[in-house]
Nanobody, 117 residues
Framework: QVQLVESGGGLVQAGGSLRLSCASSGGILIMSWYRQAPGKQRELVAL????????NYADSVKGRFTISRDNAKNMVYLQMNSLKPEDTAIYYC?????????????WGQGTQVTVSS
């Protein structure tokens, strides 16, 4: 069983920055950050390959957010700059691991990010 624990959320003013962290119990191939705002569906924010050499971002965060990972520490980060009120959401870390037959997805409990105008 894989465990993911997010941290780093909080309240910040528009234009500010936050850095989210996700600690995993290891064995994760592909890591990503999702977010879910009240009344909206959960959406992919950023994704990073197992080695960290490939990343993808939602159009809404390109140029403002950066995903990175430190495999030696089993950590994934999301640096969020130039935050906007519309970035307010619960942010979730997701890990995808090959289970031998199919990929298995694991989720953290989420961390709240609130951006005030």
């Amino acid at each position: 069983q894989v465990q993911l624990v997010e941290s780093g959320g909080g309240l910040v003013q528009a234009g500010g920055s936050l850095r989210l962290s996700c600690a995993s119990s290891g064995g994760i191939l592909i890591m990503s950050w999702y977010r879910q705002a009240p009344g909206k569906q959960r959406e992919l924010v950023a994704l990073i390959s197992s080695g960290g050499g490939s990343t993808n971002y939602a159009d809404s965060v390109k140029g403002r957010f950066t995903i990175s990972r430190d495999n030696a520490k089993n950590m994934v980060y999301l640096q969020m700059n130039s935050l906007k009120p519309e970035d307010t959401a619960i942010y979730y870390c997701k890990g995808r691991k090959w289970g031998g037959v199919r990929y298995e997805d694991y989720w953290g409990q989420g961390t709240q990010v609130t951006v005030s105008s």
